[in-house]
């Protein structure tokens, strides 16, 4: 039974520890919850594999090795995959040139495992213990997120807040916000990326809209922008899982709870925003969650799940989160709705009229691709979220609460029509280095769109033109709920540093986004 389970245990032990070194690199992100389903998935696969390759060569030695082998190489593919990528090699097509190369790994090491003749005692020793070696590594940041990971961390403003006795949600509006990723401000488009979506705008405007045109975001990253916005705070360097505890359990939203809405949240396929686990009702369209995409496409399947099934996925998850959104008006409690819809957000899978597109990558295509595309994108959205608010004031009884806005202004296509990439803005803001095109680049980066539908004109007193997300719904609660909020100023942030591992905050100087001439 020792000899067996000797030879047994490394295709499973490697396959596992894939699975277990993603998780771990992400642990400050995710719920412990999504291992399991990936674990049961690769235990079965490799379980079929390495019974069938028995079956076949009848030698348990040969098949443990080669099943190793195997496995190996199928989850090792995507990682090379996006190495190259990165490396821009001028590679066009690269899954041609990679997939014979990976065949050709596993063929030659197979045959001459298969026809090795000598014992094998030896090799699957180094191999066995290697496999031990790296499935340790590999769960090392997994003990402290157990304990840790299905906790929510509390953040409480502190703030004054009115008597909550006696409230109706009856005489309540409804309550929607709607995250559009990466949806420039309308100037921005038209000066910079030479699209005009007037026809929006305009639509908005007609239907009691009130678009600050010259709103800009608090931070140009998702994973900074709405926890801030859900708490109506300013977010300091704090660790993803804060900032994710932020959103699970926002301020905002229990505030509009204590007066009895109901919270409704949809799916997004972003790792903040993908499965709010404090929603009442929560909309979830997606097969695979943001952890399964990621590991899919470390895989040998990254071609074919990335070019279709993926794509495909996004694609449905937004007409169907588009139907159900022309629901809501029709529950009579109170509801309030979030959703992040990424749409505008790489990867790109609409063309311009809705169908299907081939979806695109950064290593798949070139900037200027990139930002034609985009803009497709802006066109196809723009349209259906007219439609949408149009449903949505029609069918309400009372009219409702609609926010409309972006997390941050585009971020690569940005880089491209400006000449500047990100680190090298950062690097000058923190040199005190200015210039026109830098005054441009931050504008185009933080511009954002940011739409109010208020009931009443009390509420549409307190808007104005530059306001910032962070002070969305302290506008929202002082006038509907009587809270005592307050406005707090209108601050920008950059981060040094882009990821969610390590980054460092710094107040963007005013002088680098004044004026409202991106020409200038």
Not at 288 to 311: C, G, H, K, S
Not at 462 to 481: C, E
Request: proline content about 5%; charged content about 15%.
């Amino acid at each position: 039974m020792r000899r067996s389970f000797f030879w047994i245990f490394p295709p499973f032990g490697l396959s596992i520890s894939f699975v277990l070194n993603l998780f771990s690199a992400n642990a400050d992100k995710l719920s412990s919850s999504v291992l399991l389903a990936p674990l049961i998935v690769v235990s079965v696969g490799v379980t079929v594999l390495f019974c069938t390759v028995w079956l076949v060569l009848r030698n348990l030695p040969k098949a443990s090795l080669l099943s190793s082998l195997f496995v190996l190489l199928f989850f090792s593919y995507g990682h090379v995959f996006a190495l190259l990528a990165q490396a821009d090699l001028g590679i066009y097509g690269l899954n041609r040139f990679l997939l014979p190369l990976w065949f050709l790994l596993g063929a030659l090491p197979a045959v001459g495992l298969l026809r090795y003749k000598g014992n094998l005692q030896r090799i699957g020793t180094s191999v066995g213990l290697i496999v031990l070696m790296v499935l340790g590594m590999s769960s090392l940041g997994i003990p402290a997120q157990i304990l840790v990971g299905t906790t929510h961390i509390k953040y409480t403003p502190g703030m004054k807040e009115a008597s909550l006795g006696g409230a109706n949600t009856g005489d309540m509006p409804d309550i929607y916000y709607i995250i559009l990723d990466a949806h420039a401000r309308a100037d921005v488009l038209r000066d910079v990326f030479g699209y005009d979506n007037g026809d929006f705008i305009d639509c908005l405007t007609k239907q009691g809209f009130y678009v600050a045109e010259e709103s800009l975001s608090n931070y140009p990253w998702t994973f900074l922008s709405i926890p801030s916005s859900l708490n109506m705070r300013y977010v300091d360097n704090s660790s993803p899982l804060v900032l994710s505890s932020l959103v699970q359990q926002s301020e905002v939203v229990e505030l509009f709870r204590k007066w009895g809405y109901k919270y409704i949240t949809f799916s997004s396929g972003y790792w903040m925003t993908d499965n709010i686990t404090a929603a009442d009702i929560h909309y979830d369209f997606d097969i695979f969650n943001d952890f399964d995409q990621t590991l899919i496409r470390t895989t040998l399947l990254e071609p074919v799940f990335a070019i279709y099934t993926f794509p495909e996925q996004k694609r449905q998850n937004f007409w169907n989160t588009l139907s159900q959104l022309e629901e809501i008006p029709r529950n009579t409690e109170a509801t309030f709705t979030f959703v992040h819809v990424l749409v505008t957000h790489i990867p790109y899978v609409f063309n311009r009229n809705g169908t299907a597109s081939a979806p695109f990558q950064e290593r798949w295509s070139g900037a200027e691709d990139r930002v034609g595309i985009y803009l497709d994108q802006i066109a196809f959205v723009d349209q259906k979220i007219c439609r949408l608010v149009d449903r949505i004031l029609k069918e309400s009884d009372r009219p409702p609460v609609i926010i409309i806005q972006s997390d941050h202004g585009p971020a690569g296509e940005t880089d491209y029509k400006i000449g500047i990439s990100y680190e090298t803005a950062v690097h000058s803001v923190l040199s005190g280095e200015w210039s026109p095109q830098l005054n441009k680049y931050w504008k185009a980066r933080l511009g954002i769109l940011n739409a109010y539908y208020l009931p009443d004109d009390k509420g549409r007193a307190r808007l104005y033109k530059s306001i910032s997300p962070v002070n969305s719904f302290r506008i929202i609660a002082d006038t509907y709920l009587g809270t005592e909020f307050g406005m707090l100023e209108d601050r920008h942030y950059f981060s040094v540093g882009s990821g969610t591992q390590t980054y460092d905050l710094h107040v963007l100087p005013m002088h680098y986004i004044s004026g409202s001439n991106l020409n200038r």
